[in-house]
Structures are given as structure tokens and as C-alpha cells.
């Protein structure tokens, strides 16, 4: 059954190929044998994609041939790779000059592709000889989820997701097309179709048609056809019915030119007031060129699998003992990895089979290992392998070197991806979620949630792709002793290790693998010394990841690796990087994270041209020193720190000039250097449109004058969401931070001792967050704090929800407040603010919820609540201590709030009663608006108000 998935993976080694050589054609015309043995594999390798299109490996019951044939495939993409290994040989050639030399190299080249075209042509006849015997190719309708009598009661586990679909479809929204549901085969998406459209609501509101597609391929005239088929047999529907709904189940290609022009032609034909799509598919271009709303299809729960097992089984054998059937149906359910149709599957193979033969012989192993269990399975799943785009089964090959249930880091994976040449720089977050929406990758349950989120391969997607990688991709695991023992070691591209450590003759075996481009070190493991002469072997090497390794020092011999893209050194106690680094001129990614003994980077980092990440925090940089000139690595997109130095040194500002691609955060700092805006404006921050967040940070204080103009040359994109900027000495701020076209979420302005007038930040629409600390100079917050532009419409900070007021030392009050500013602030802090005397009322805030005043001593009194207010606390602020306690002058308003706190001390109020009663289950900790409610033995409950960082103390 393997051969199948080699069949398609083998066509997508050769769509690939067939790329590479478009592009190379024009590099050969001055050399006419390389010209010509070209032109001969590009017709070599056309003549080979069309015998795979006939291959139909599931016709093939005896198993000598199906071994053959798998044997020939596995052939024919190690030879595909071989292709590969050879073109990419080609800028070498190119780069050197019309030499003697040269001519000599690309004829010794012309006959290596000459002897690579021959083996092939054998292995394509080999191909024929076995194909023939299979007869001609049935055709598949595409048609693979079978409705049965289960649709005629409830889907089990599917109750949200057939409401939500039908919420959706039934939403009068002329810019809705329809719902695609997604996700991979097996988990049930054309029941959860069928049973959607079976709903009243839809019966009533629609006339339903479903249109099949050819093996999942959308053809426009087919289509056409069989809509004016069902519409002309059946025109009464037509004139009872103003909705159409066109269902289109496990569509899995199309072109955006024939789905429009379909979709132009019903509109123009058929007079219906409403036309929508259901569609089902694998394949999430599919809710994109359809316009339709993508309903990610999640895998069941086990109980629910055990659910569909008891149903199935007993839909089947109404004979079957219950309470036999319940246990066994529950230890089966944990080997469906959340898939309906396997557990449907398991179901009908138990109604078959005897329960004692189940107890005894089948429940310790896995579905895979039960033959007709895998048929089964694999047959259900193959329509879509085969449809599937070929860099996601090359992606899938990769990704068996992995374990089962490793946990990938998301811009890890991308950037891996990005290093093999399976994905393209840029569309990596897209492809991640893709993966996501498919259900090939989940979330991992096995990591520490203050991590970054983790993903895992789904247990049957790993399966498959070790279907695709029997002899490209080699995993070493625990106990191998010999690595010449596992694999023929000149097929094998990528390897990881999960054996023990790595002593010196383990090492001269890694040096056989000539053409390995992959080399992951997946465990803790002493290496040791890597041997020079390993790097000059393994030349084709495009990943090295020797993460968490003792590793101390690479050799010098690491230039050799000249094709080389990712390097991955992070977490090891290496303490220094050679200077012949520098020549890997194709370096994309470097891990340097947890290397706190290494000091230095080498010289001529800038070299490094094609860098586009390299992995290091803020306290890297410091540590390392930024490398001078990093202006030149134009394609970086990952610099949390620049530091502006002497421009003489290559630290100065116009460095950021061309450096277009960062994204995340950038701090800057040493402003001070900056001496004036024509010179702040070379560092071209307007252009920076993949940055999220930027900190703007003089160490020292300068001319107000310098800074002012400074701070404007520096504008950023509109698009930036969060600013940070520290120790500014100007008087005024520049207009750009005001404009309300911007698209700001959070601002934190911060020791700026001159400034004596707020900027008009209420202007800004979007702005969620705001922090304003140490302000020296500030003595009143007015009216001129929220703007005084129309395009506001009279509501200022529309979206603010949190507001700090911190270290403003002469600030005396604030006034101006009016009835519909800040409607969403749901927060208000003053802090450290000793001059601070009165707040103006605050009844018309009627989303905060949470009121907070510490170390304000001449605060004489409390202005008006909002009714909304949950928590307020009182911290060092002795006037307005004394009024706020009981029997206080202000006692009346705090005596409804829920929580009051006063200099650490809760106070019991009327208005905690108004908290409703949590529930009771026995030691559980709840969040309730803002408060941890923790429950004691005897089912009391004390409240901890949730702070930044960590609870306070229970009261």
C-alpha cells in the first residue's frame, strides 16, 4: 500500500524539478553540451510525470509487485534528487569566468546529467513494465465519505460546529459566499455537510444541490453541466425557492479563472435572490479562491470516539455484550487521535470479531499494525494524499526525521521549512496555518505554558510521512550502535539523531553520508570535538542543528558548508564562532539563544548578506557588541536592539536605511548621537512596515531643540502598534503622534523632564493602552490631553482601556473630562504623584471596573463613581484614607463597590455581597472580573486581586 504515497510523492519531487530546470535553461545557451543535456532531462523528466499521472497503485492486490513498484519509485525520486544536487551546482559555474576551466567543468557536469538521464529512462521503463500489469485506471468520483444510517441521528461530538456552519451560511451577508469546512480526511467533514443540510433551518430557507467534482478537481463544463441538468429536471424548485445552496463535497482543486467564470455564469443564469456554497475540502487554497468562510473541522474527543465506536458496532450487532463493548470501545478511542472515521472504522471491524479475540490478542497494539484495520484506513485517506500539493508532501517527507509528538516551535519549523527549499521566504506563517487547519499539526499538551505555543505532527500524518521517506529521511533512535547498519547511507538527505552521544567513530561514519542536506541533533548529547574534515565530506549540507550539545567551538573547515542556510548553536556552551563563518554566503538562520560563554561575533559579520534571522535577545546583542556596518544585511529581520554609535565605526543611524524587512521590536538607543532630524530621517522608520513595536531611547538628556527635531525625523509606519520612548528632553511632541490615521494600540512615554503639556493623544482611535511617567514638568492634565479634532466626533480616546498616571511629581489636578471621552477605559491608575489634589468625576466612565491611587498625599477626596466599578484600591494616600473609611466622608461612594483595598487592608463593604456565589466544587481556584477567588476547606472564600506580575495576599 506504501507504493501509493511514493507514487505521489515521487510527482512532487518532479513538479519541483521541473521548475528548477525553467529557471536554469537560459544559464546553459553559451554552452552548448550543457544546452543540450538540459533540454534532454527536461523532456526525460516531462515523459516521467506523465507515467506517474497513470499510476494507479491501488489496483495492484498482488504484494511481490507492489514491492517492485515502491522499490522503482523510491528510485525515481532519489534520482529526482539527485537532479537537484546537480543544478544547484550551477551558480558555481557562473560566478567563474569563461575560462578553459570552466568549459572543462560543465562538460564533466553535461555527463553526469547525461548517466543521471540514462537511470532514469531504465527505472521509467522499469515503471511501465509493473504499470501494465495493472490495467487501466478506474475513475474515482471523488465521492469517499458514504452516507449511511448514521446521519439519522445527531453526529456525536458535532453539535457546535453544525450550528455555527449553519449560523453562518444563513446570515444575510451579500459578501459571504458560503462555508468551506476544512481539515484533514477522517475527521468527518462531508457527514457534518450531509447533516447540515438536512437541518430544518437550512431545508427551509434553501434548495439544496450538490454538484460532484472528478476525483476532486473542479471542472468548469462538468459543473456547468450538471447544475443545468438538476435545474432543468427539476425548474418547480426555482420558482418555490428564492435561496440556492450548491454543495460541492471534498473539492480539493481548482483555478481562480474557472471558478469565477462559474460563478459568473449562475449569477447572470439563474434568477435565484440568494446563491451560496458548501463546500468540503483538504485544502485551505480552496475557502480562499471560493470566497468562502474557512470552519476549521477540530479532531473529537476521546470519549466521544468511544461514542462512535459503541454506536457503530452495535448499529452493526445489536448482540454484542454492553458492558465488554464499553471498556474495550474506551482503550480503542485513545488510538483514533481524534479521527471519527477511524473510529467508525473500529466499529465495524468489533460488531465482526469476537470480544475475548479483542481482549486478548488486539487491544496492546497499534492500528497500524492490524492489516485490516491500515487498508481500511488507507483507502479513506488516499483520494486526498493524492490531490495534495506537492510541497506538502515533500514537507511531510521532511518531517518524519521528527519523533512522534516533538514539539515544534512555529518560526523554527518555517524557518527549517525556509532552508530546504520547501517553503519560500515570506508565506511561512500562511503555510503554518494551513497546516494548523488541516489538523497535520495540533497543539502540544506537553509543554510548560509559559512557553511559546507548541505544535506536533498528528499521529497518522507522521505515519504517511514515513510512507513518502523510507529512504531519504533517516532517524537514528536510542541503542543504534552503527549507522552504517540502518540505511543505505548515498540515498539518505536528511538525518536526525535521538541516539546516545556521539564519540569519534560515529563521527566518521556521518562523514559516508555525501549527500545529506539535513543534520538535526535532537537530544542532550555530548559530541565533542566535531572533526575538521567533517564539513569538507558533508558539502551539500543546507541544515546543522546541534542544539543543546557540548559543543565549544565549530572548525574552521565550516566554510566549506557553502551551501549552508541554517545553523542552529543555541543552548551550548560554545565560546567562539571562527572567522570563515563570514564565507557562508547563503546563511539565512542563526540560532544563538542561551550562549552566554560566547563574547564575540566575528569580524566580517557583515558579509553575511542573505541573513534573514538571526535568533538573539536583547541581552545578546549587549553582550556580543552589534557587529559594525549591520546596515549591509538588508534582509535581516530580526534585531531587537541598535544601539547608535560613531558613524565612522558603522553604528551610525543610516545603518537602519535599507533595512526594510525587520519585524517584532526594535530598541533604539544612544540617541544622543543623532544630531539632528535630517540625519534621524536616514534611518527611514517609515519605510520599517513589518514592525510591530518600537522603543526610542536617549541615555541622556540633550537640547530640547536637537530632541525635538530628532523625535520627528524618526516618524514611523502608520501601521505600528506599540511605542515606547524614554528620557525625550523636548518640550513639545511632534504631530505624527497625534495623527489619528495612525494605528497605535500602545503608548508609553517615559522620563521626558521638559515637556509641560500632554500630548493630544485622545485623537488616536485606536489606542488601548496608555502609561505616562515621570513627567517633571507636567503640573495639570486638561482638555488639550484629548484633542480638539472633528474627525474624533467629539468621543476622545474611543478605545482606551488602561490608564497610568505614574511619578508626575507637580502634577496638581486634572480637569476636562467630559461625558463621552474614554467610553471603553475599563482601568485607572495615579501613581506616585504627591501634588496630585483632586480627579474629575468619573461617573460617566461606565466601563471601569478598576480604580487604583497609591502615594498620593494631598488627594483630598474621592470624585464621582460609575456604578461599574469592581475594585478600588487606596495605597500611602493619607487624606484620602481617612475619608474613604467607614463612616468617612466619602464612605457612601465606596460603600457599594465589591473590593476595597486600603493600604493593603480589605474592607468589608455592602456591595461584595452583589459577587455572585462561585461555584462550589471542593479546593478550586476561579477568576471572577479581575479577582482570584480561592476556596478554603470549609468553602469560604478569600479574594486576591490579580496584579501586573503576580496575586496579591489573600485577605
Not at 84 to 110: G, Q
Not at 436 to 453: A, C, D, R
Request: hydrophobic share 40%.
Amino acid at each position: 500500500m506504501e507504493a501509493a504515497f511514493q507514487s505521489a510523492f515521487a510527482s512532487s519531487l518532479l513538479q519541483n524539478l521541473i521548475k528548477l530546470i525553467g529557471v536554469i535553461k537560459d544559464e546553459y545557451k553559451k554552452f552548448q553540451r550543457g544546452e543540450e543535456a538540459v533540454k534532454s532531462l527536461d523532456t526525460t523528466v516531462v515523459l516521467a510525470q506523465d507515467l506517474l499521472n497513470s499510476v494507479n497503485t491501488f489496483q495492484l492486490d498482488d504484494d511481490t509487485l507492489r514491492l517492485r513498484l515502491q522499490d522503482r519509485l523510491d528510485t525515481m525520486a532519489i534520482l529526482y534528487l539527485e537532479a537537484e544536487d546537480l543544478i544547484e551546482d550551477i551558480p558555481d559555474f557562473t560566478r567563474k569566468s569563461l575560462s578553459s576551466r570552466l568549459k572543462s567543468m560543465v562538460s564533466t557536469w553535461a555527463n553526469d546529467i547525461k548517466e543521471l538521464e540514462r537511470k532514469l529512462k531504465k527505472t521509467i521503463e522499469e515503471v511501465k513494465s509493473i504499470v501494465e500489469l495493472t490495467g487501466p485506471a478506474e475513475a474515482n468520483s471523488g465521492d469517499h465519505d458514504t452516507i449511511d444510517t448514521e446521519l439519522l441521528v445527531p453526529l456525536i461530538g458535532r453539535e457546535k460546529d453544525i450550528a455555527d456552519v449553519i449560523e453562518r451560511l444563513i446570515t444575510d451577508d451579500d459578501s459571504d459566499h458560503g462555508v468551506c469546512i476544512l481539515g484533514m480526511d477522517g475527521l468527518g467533514k462531508t457527514m457534518l455537510a450531509e447533516a447540515t443540510l438536512l437541518d430544518r433551518r437550512m431545508l427551509e430557507r434553501f434548495c439544496c444541490i450538490r454538484v460532484a467534482s472528478m476525483e476532486g478537481c473542479f471542472d468548469f463544463k462538468e459543473a456547468t453541466r450538471q447544475l443545468r441538468s438538476i435545474i432543468g429536471n427539476n425548474g418547480v424548485l426555482q420558482q418555490q425557492n428564492q435561496r440556492l445552496m450548491i454543495f460541492f463535497d471534498n473539492l480539493l482543486t481548482l483555478e481562480v479563472s474557472a471558478w469565477t467564470k462559474f460563478r459568473a455564469l449562475i449569477k447572470a443564469q439563474l434568477a435565484y435572490k440568494e446563491i451560496k456554497f458548501l463546500i468540503t475540502t483538504f485544502n485551505p487554497q480552496v475557502s480562499r479562491i471560493t470566497r468562502t468562510t474557512a470552519h476549521y473541522l477540530k479532531c473529537l474527543s476521546d470519549e466521544n470516539c468511544k461514542q462512535v465506536i459503541v454506536k457503530k458496532a452495535l448499529l452493526l450487532n445489536q448482540n454484542l455484550p454492553d458492558s465488554h463493548l464499553s471498556h474495550i470501545a474506551g482503550i480503542l478511542a485513545t488510538k483514533c487521535e481524534g479521527l471519527p472515521v477511524l473510529a467508525r472504522i473500529l466499529g465495524m471491524v468489533l460488531a465482526q470479531d469476537h470480544m475475548d479475540d479483542w481482549a486478548v490478542n488486539r487491544l496492546n497494539k497499534d492500528l497500524q499494525d492490524m492489516s485490516d484495520v491500515k487498508r481500511e484506513i488507507i483507502s479513506i485517506l488516499r483520494l486526498s494524499y493524492h490531490t495534495m500539493q506537492p510541497r506538502l508532501m515533500v514537507c511531510l517527507a521532511f518531517l518524519s526525521i521528527f519523533p512522534h509528538r516533538h514539539p515544534f516551535n512555529m518560526d523554527d519549523l518555517i524557518h527549517l521549512l525556509v532552508a530546504e527549499g520547501i517553503l519560500q521566504q515570506g508565506e511561512g506563517k500562511e503555510y503554518f496555518s494551513d497546516l494548523q487547519g488541516m489538523s497535520i499539526l495540533q497543539h502540544s499538551e506537553h509543554v510548560n505554558h509559559t512557553e511559546k505555543p507548541k505544535y506536533e505532527l498528528h499521529k497518522f500524518s507522521h505515519i504517511f510521512s514515513q510512507f513518502d521517506a523510507s529512504k531519504t529521511c533517516l532517524r537514528l533512535e536510542q541503542g543504534v550502535s552503527s549507522i552504517s547498519d540502518s540505511s543505505k547511507i548515498e540515498d539518505v538527505r536528511h538525518l536526525s539523531l535521538l541516539c546516545g552521544d556521539i564519540q569519534l567513530a560515529k563521527w566518521t561514519q556521518l562523514e559516508k553520508f555525501k549527500r545529506l542536506r539535513t543534520f538535526l541533533s535532537l537530544n542532550d548529547r555530548r559530541i565533542g570535538p566535531v572533526p575538521r574534515q567533517l564539513f569538507k565530506a558533508l558539502a551539500r549540507l543546507r541544515v546543522l542543528k546541534l542544539k543543546k550539545t557540548d559543543i565549544t567551538e565549530l572548525p574552521d573547515s565550516i566554510h566549506r558548508l557553502k551551501r549552508l542556510r541554517n545553523l542552529d548553536i543555541s543552548f551550548t556552551p560554545i565560546n567562539k564562532l571562527p572567522e570563515t563563518l563570514c564565507k557562508l554566503s547563503n546563511l539565512q538562520f542563526l540560532n544563538l539563544t542561551n550562549t552566554s560563554q560566547l563574547i564575540h561575533l566575528p569580524q566580517q559579520f557583515q558579509k553575511l548578506t542573505n541573513m534573514l534571522c538571526l535568533d538573539w535577545e536583547l541581552s545578546d546583542i549587549i553582550r556580543l557588541h552589534l557587529p559594525s556596518h549591520i546596515g549591509n544585511l538588508r534582509r535581516l529581520q530580526t534585531l531587537p536592539l541598535f544601539m547608535v554609535g560613531d558613524s565612522l565605526e558603522g553604528y551610525c543611524i543610516s545603518e537602519l536605511k535599507n533595512m526594510n524587512c525587520l519585524k517584532g521590536s526594535i530598541c533604539i538607543r544612544f540617541l544622543e548621537y543623532v544630531q539632528n532630524r535630517a540625519m534621524a530621517e536616514e534611518a527611514m522608520l517609515c519605510n520599517k512596515l513589518l514592525l510591530e513595536k518600537i522603543e526610542l531611547q536617549w541615555m541622556r538628556l540633550v537640547d530640547a531643540t536637537v530632541a525635538e527635531g530628532v523625535l520627528a525625523g524618526l516618524e514611523p509606519h502608520v501601521c505600528l502598534r506599540e511605542l515606547q520612548i524614554i528620557n525625550y528632553s523636548g518640550k513639545l511632541f511632534p504631530e505624527w503622534i497625534c495623527d489619528p490615521s495612525r494605528s497605535f494600540q500602545k503608548i508609553h512615554l517615559m522620563k521626558c523632564p521638559s515637556c509641560e503639556i500632554l500630548p493630544a493623544l485622545g485623537e488616536l482611535q485606536t489606542l488601548k493602552t496608555l502609561v505616562i511617567e515621570e513627567f517633571a514638568s507636567v503640573t495639570a492634565v486638561d482638555r488639550r490631553f484629548c484633542g480638539t479634532s472633528s474627525v474624533t466626533r467629539d468621543v476622545y480616546f474611543p478605545s482606551l482601556e488602561s490608564l497610568t498616571f505614574k511619578k508626575l511629581v507637580q502634577l496638581r489636578n486634572w480637569r476636562g473630562l467630559e461625558a463621552n471621552d474614554m467610553p471603553r477605559l475599563r482601568i485607572l491608575k495615579i501613581e506616585n504623584c504627591p501634588e496630585f489634589i483632586n480627579l474629575p468625576s468619573l461617573k460617566n466612565l461606565t466601563s471601569l471596573v478598576e480604580l487604583k491611587i497609591e502615594r498620593c498625599p494631598a488627594m483630598r477626596s474621592l470624585p464621582e463613581l460609575p456604578s461599574s466599578l469592581e475594585s478600588l484600591e487606596i495605597r500611602e494616600s493619607d487624606l484620602l484614607k481617612d475619608r474613604c473609611a467607614i463612616e468617612g466622608e466619602d464612605w457612601q461612594k465606596v460603600d457599594c463597590i465589591p473590593y476595597v483595598e486600603i493600604d493593603y487592608s480589605r474592607i468589608p463593604t455592602s456591595g461584595a455581597n452583589n459577587v455572585p456565589t462561585p461555584p462550589t466544587q471542593p479546593h478550586q481556584n476561579i477568576v471572577y472580573q479581575g479577582y482570584l477567588l480561592v476556596k478554603d476547606n470549609i468553602g469560604a472564600f478569600s479574594r486576591l486581586i490579580l496584579r501586573d506580575k503576580h496575586a496579591g495576599e489573600a485577605e
